[in-house]
T-cell receptor, first 115, second 114 residues
Framework: DGGITQSPKYLFRKEGQNVTLSCEQN?????MYWYRQDPGQGLRLIYY???????QKGDIAEGYSVSREKKESFPLTVTSAQKNPTAFYLC??????????????FGPGTRLTVL | GNSVTQMEGPVTLSEEAFLTINCTYT??????LFWYVQYPGEGLQLLLK?????DKGSNKGFEATYRKETTSFHLEKGSVQVSDSAVYFC?????????????FGKGTTLSVSS
């Protein structure tokens, strides 16, 4: 089955630690995205990548970092510089081709809690 | 810039009631419009979409029509079920900016009781 997987489903972090959230897709999509979801605030874009070895900051990139070394993988690192990292993190992917409807497909999410 | 505004919830209905969740948008270019649904503790699932004016998206009894004249994409269902309880997000993407993020509304929580 084609789709997007995120791991782990739940993640606990101590203050001052960096943690990495995994996102893998086998849809052969060029574009991948990371969103953060907080109660009552909808989804906010952290980073996105339109192609391997390239990525762009979104609206709330401070305290986060990403890499895109392979087409199918787009891991997100939450660094100790992120002041309030407790949230639900969603990864998505899309074809990313200009001129066609670019539907995004989402993974099941990772819930990060800072202890 | 592009934006999406959807009605605030929560929306509370009895089973078999009629549902409308309003969504309006502001966009330059040629947006595609989407409704996503999120069940508790899960990611977002695409519910339906429309890519040009007057298109109607439909799925699982839900419908929405892309109205360019009123810049709206309201979600409707004739008879809701308890299993429809979820958060619904309206979103748009610009056809000429593929590979950039969707613009989401803040979400509307629907609660259906039996």
């Amino acid at each position: 089955d084609g789709g997007i997987t995120q791991s782990p489903k739940y993640l606990f972090r101590k203050e001052g630690q960096n943690v990495t959230l995994s996102c893998e897709q086998n849809l052969n999509h060029d574009a991948m995205y990371w969103y953060r979801q907080d109660p009552g605030q909808g989804l906010r874009l952290i980073y996105y990548s339109q192609i391997v070895n390239d990525f762009q900051k979104g609206d709330i990139a401070e305290g986060y970092s990403v890499s895109r070394e392979k087409k199918e993988s787009f891991p997100l690192t939450v660094t100790s510089a992120q002041k309030n990292p407790t949230a639900f993190y969603l990864c998505a992917s899309s074809i990313g081709a200009a001129g066609v409807t670019d539907t995004q497909y989402f993974g099941p999410g990772t819930r990060l809690t800072v202890l | 810039g592009n934006s999406v505004t959807q009605m605030e919830g929560p929306v509370t209905l009895s089973e078999e009631a009629f549902l409308t969740i309003n969504c309006t948008y502001t966009a330059t270019g040629y947006p595609s419009l989407f409704w996503y649904v999120q069940y508790p503790g899960e990611g977002l699932q695409l519910l339906l979409k429309a890519t040009k004016a007057d298109d109607k998206g439909s799925n699982k009894g839900f419908e929405a029509t892309y109205r360019k004249e009123t810049t709206s994409f309201h979600l409707e269902k004739g008879s809701v079920q308890v299993s429809d309880s979820a958060v619904y997000f309206c979103a748009l993407s610009d056809l000429n900016q593929a590979g950039t993020a969707l613009i989401f509304g803040k979400g509307t929580t629907l609660s259906v009781s039996s």
